[in-house]
């Protein structure tokens, strides 16, 4: 995008806010940089350049803009709608591997040497793996000292930096401002949310349209009791984080999602906010899915009626696969009351003062000792579920952010009892595959045949060729048409 300079500059002409996170503008005048929606005046094309990430403008030399705040903008869309190595790794440096494990463990993860990455990472953003993660620390560090009432030195280690001084100086040169000045200036401007005691509350963008209705409703009707739960217009949830555990409530509204976290360390508040960003599908395109969906005219006019229809994802993949498997040809119901047996019998205790979860949802390696003969479920069905926990809790079936779609497809289908669609759910739900498709899923071909469209597993196929590679965003809009409770906000 951001080597189309025509195209650019039209979008900064007209403050289109659709193409924020996909590129960004430095003015080589001001020495400042912006998303492409920023209110003020657009500078002269001569002075402007456009470069792919935060992290290139800063190691640029340009500060973010006072006015637009470029660190807040959605994500690039590019991430989750592919499934190559640099996607792969933004997906990780988002997550906080960076930060935990440095760039050889980025590499290790994605089966490529450091200088390969780091070359990749160059070539397509601008900036290697060390300034992507700086220029996340920094988006951190901001809010924090805009959210929070901590000491600025907690912000510092909270954030991911190494010393207070790093931290001062990357503030100042990322923002133009110290870290009090920033505090000062966002208590004058009105930025920070009510604060509860114990907890941080924040704003997660989107790019609009998003409809709310099946994206909260899915993660409502769902929710596995003592894990999840809908309260006071709000979807909550525990979240297990690499330094600790956080309870998340996430509240949908017309600009912006409410975000309150209450975490026992605060160095996993950048991949506490990322997994929420990941599960919710925030940093996805809807005009450029639209608009292709919108190309078969039998989807047409429900694109027409409710635009904006996001995938529901998860914050834990292995969770998901679990949960996949417990819900093979049983009822929503039957599915949460199997998965909260389990959570109840295996899973680790959380405090929850704000409200009424329980638990954490049980990890592989506490399920690897289950005895299969307390399921209450057919003996091939415990039979596929014992192995999937065995592959999890070995590490030899890595599922993640950060899987090869095509190859985890394959690990899975080797699996007893694994079929197309406990596959296929998996790779729309937990490993974020866009093109995704259930052809065979009841509610899915109920769908087309009352459209109209082929309702055979193999035709429906055929005739979703015209909707790659959004194939799971129709699967979202097929789904609205029937009269269940994932479709609809709960009261």
Known sequence: MYTDTDRCVRAVQSKDARFDGWFFTAVRT???????SCPAVPPKVE?????????ACQQAGYRACKRC????????????????AVARAMRLIQDGVVDREGVTGLATRLGYSTRQVERQLGAELGAGPLALARAQRAQTARLLIETSELPMGDVAFAAGFASIRN?????????????????????????SEPRVPGTISLRLPYRAPLNPDNL??????TAVPGVEEWRDGAYRRTLRLPYGTGVVALTPGPEHIGCRLALTDLRDLTIAISRCRWMLDLDAD????????RTDPLLAPLVEKAPGRRVPRTVDAAEFAVRAVLGQQVSTAAARTHAARLVSAYGEPVEDPQGGLTHLFPAPEALAGLDPETLSMPRSRRTTLTTLIAALADGSLPLGIDSDWEAARAALNALPGFGPWTTEI??????GDPDAFLPSDLGVRRAAQGLGLPSTPAALTGRAAGWRPWRAYAVQYLWATEDHAINHLPV
């Open 30 to 36: 001001t020495g400042i940089y912006c998303r492409p």
């Open 47 to 55: 002075n402007m350049s456009f470069l792919p990430s935060a992290a």
């Open 69 to 84: 705040r470029p660190d807040t903008s959605p994500g690039s869309p590019e991430w989750n709608a592919r499934a190559d």
């Open 167 to 191: 931290f001062n100086e990357t503030v100042r040169e990322v923002f133009a401002l110290t870290p009090g000045e920033l505090r000062a200036r966002a208590a004058r401007a009105g930025r």
């Open 216 to 221: 909260f409703g899915h993660l409502a009707a």
């Open 286 to 293: 809807p005009e450029a899915v639209d608009d292709q969906l």
């Open 426 to 431: 998996i790779a729309m739900r937990a490993l």
